[in-house]
């Protein structure tokens, strides 16, 4: 059973760092994209960032270009993303998930095929 798992969420001061980890277990798949997504109150979930398994490709939206950096410890079987500066709009829940069969970054969160359950970033100003 594939499992993902988030931690590192927390509040910061504007200007702060967090590092959140995705931890992934049960997984038996060569090619694969990892992404963060976050959904703040009342918006829908929007995608952050996506490496992908294969070539380590990445993607990163607009919004967060320059601050958040995605990695990889395929020994720990281990997402991370590297948020600096972080802004009160970067307050949300952040998810990782996982997208099966694929070579190259995802961006649509239809395409993922599992979720982990979110861990909360709260960003004051």
């Known amino acids: 059973e594939v499992q993902l798992v988030e931690s590192g969420g927390g509040l910061v001061q504007a200007g702060g760092s967090l590092r959140l980890s995705c931890a992934a277990s049960g997984f038996t798949f060569d090619d694969y994209a990892i992404g963060w997504f976050r959904q703040a109150p009342g918006k829908e979930r929007e995608g952050v960032s996506c490496i992908s398994s294969s070539d380590g490709s990445t993607y990163y939206a607009d919004s967060v270009k320059g601050r958040f950096t995605i990695s990889s410890d395929n020994a720990k079987n281990t997402v991370y993303l590297q948020m600096n500066s972080l802004k009160p709009e970067d307050t949300a829940v952040y998810y990782c998930?996982?997208?099966?069969?694929?070579?190259?970054?995802?961006?649509?969160?239809?395409?993922?095929?599992?979720w982990g359950q979110g861990t909360q970033v709260t960003v004051s100003s």
């Open positions: 998930a996982a997208a099966i069969g694929t070579i190259v970054v995802v961006t649509t969160r239809y395409e993922y095929d599992y």
